[in-house]
């Protein structure tokens, strides 16, 4: 069964960083390529970036609100993806999901639960 | 980029009723068009992947059409479990922009 567990989130400040993980389980993880959602309170979902798998450059792509501030990684001996937010705005509070992404279909078939990021003075 | 475009943000219906939610992209996506279910405090569910394929475990009351820039997708009896938000998503090229979102509720 795949299963994806988000943590990390938190409270951080204007300007901090926090980082979020994504422990992920049931299915092989070097293999996937994977991406980062987030949703802000009573708003709809926004695409925050994608990774490739390593076999495929581990290459990653981030939307423009989040382009150098917000990193992708991933730990395929870990089973773990990363998102590394520094320099976070109070736009940035949000629940933040991670998902399997269909390498050609680019399509989201799994999900985590998500982990809430609040970013507050 | 490509933008998306959702309508009705919000929906009253039925059980029983016919359904139908729409997306718009701003520039061909071939079938790259994704739908998603989600209930209050729960992650995003896959319905439906390149515009019409019915994701595994999905009831066969969803079906999703179109190509190019139109989209729609349709329950056909709507069931109480329905009651949720739907998005739709590109995944044609990155940044893969999501629907503003439809909000189905009871009437």
Redesign the interface.
Known sequence: EVQLVESGGGLGKPGESLRVSCAASGFTFSNAWM?W?RQAPGK????V??IKSKTDGATA?L??PVKGRFTISRDDSQNTLYLQMNSLKTEDTAVY?CATR?RY?????Y????TLVTVSS | DIQMTQSPSSLSASVGDRVTITCRASQSISSYLNWYQQKPGKAPELLIYAASSLQSGVPSRFSGSGSGTDFTLTISSLQPEDFASYFCQQSYSTPHAFGQGTKLEIK
């Open positions: 991406s959602v709809g979902q926004e695409w970036g994608r792509d939307a423009a999901y269909h279909g680019g399509y989201l078939d999900w985590g639960q998500g």
